[in-house]
C-alpha cells in the first residue's frame, strides 16, 4: 500500500499530557520511531502540561493504553466531529486522548 503525503500541519488526534514528565515524552518518541507513518504536527507546551498533535487517530489511541499500563495514571479519550469524506461520505473525527499521571 503506498502511503499518502500529508502535508505538515495536518493532524488526527491531539495527545494531551498532563503533568509535563520526561520518561513520559521519551517513550512516546520511542514509539514513534517505530512508525515512519505517524508524526507530529505541533506541539504546545502549556504550564502543567503539553499537547502533541498526532497524525494518526488509531496511534494515538494505542500509545494512549500504552502510557495507562506503562505509567499508571488516567486516561481519558473523546472525539469530535471534523469532516464527512467527499467519496465516501463517511464521517471523520478527530480524538483527543488525555493522559494524566497520578500524583
Known sequence: MK???KHA???EAILQLRPLNGPLVDFILEEL???PDVFISK???YKNGIDLY???NAFAKKIGQKLKKKFNGELKISRALYST?????KLLYRLTVLF???E
Do not use: A, D, G, H
Open 85 to 89: 469524506n467527499r467519496m465516501t461520505s
Open 3 to 5: 502511503p499518502t503525503i
Open 43 to 45: 506541539k504546545v507546551e
Open 33 to 35: 520511531k517505530k512508525r
Open 100 to 102: 494524566r499521571m497520578k
Open 54 to 56: 498526532l497524525s494518526s
Open 9 to 11: 500541519q495536518y493532524f
